[in-house]
């Protein structure tokens, strides 16, 4: 990939993850979005595309703890719900 295309693909996720269908989610994926998806690695990038497109409802009950997530969510969930300062039980 290269870096044009890679900037492309981060300005969609960001994108996409302060754009959701329910503002809480906003307030929590986006400037999760902002401060780590330059980081990620592509195999990271893959995961948290999977995970926007899960429900927002089902995303907010899972990473503030309220309901248990899918196990291939849990470790996505839990770095979103430390860097939001979010008290989610593991």
Same mark, same amino acid.
């Given at each position: &990939?290269?870096?044009? *295309?890679? *900037? ?6 960001? &994108?996409?993850? #302060?754009?959701? $269908? &329910? ?18 690695? /592509?195999?990271?990038?893959? /995961?948290? *595309? ?11 009950? #899972? ?5 248990? /997530? ?14 939001? $300062? ?5």
């Amino acid at each position: &990939m290269t870096v044009s *295309e890679t *900037e492309a693909r981060l300005k969609k996720l960001r &994108m996409r993850s #302060w754009r959701r $269908g &329910m503002k809480e989610m906003d307030l929590i994926l986006g400037p999760y979005a902002d401060q780590a998806l330059s980081q990620f690695s /592509a195999a990271q990038l893959d /995961a948290y *595309e999977d995970l926007l497109n899960e429900n927002d409802q089902d995303l907010y009950l #899972w990473v503030t703890g309220a309901q248990p /997530a899918p196990a291939e969510l849990i470790p996505m969930l839990t770095q979103i719900a430390d860097a939001s $300062g979010l008290n989610r039980s593991r």
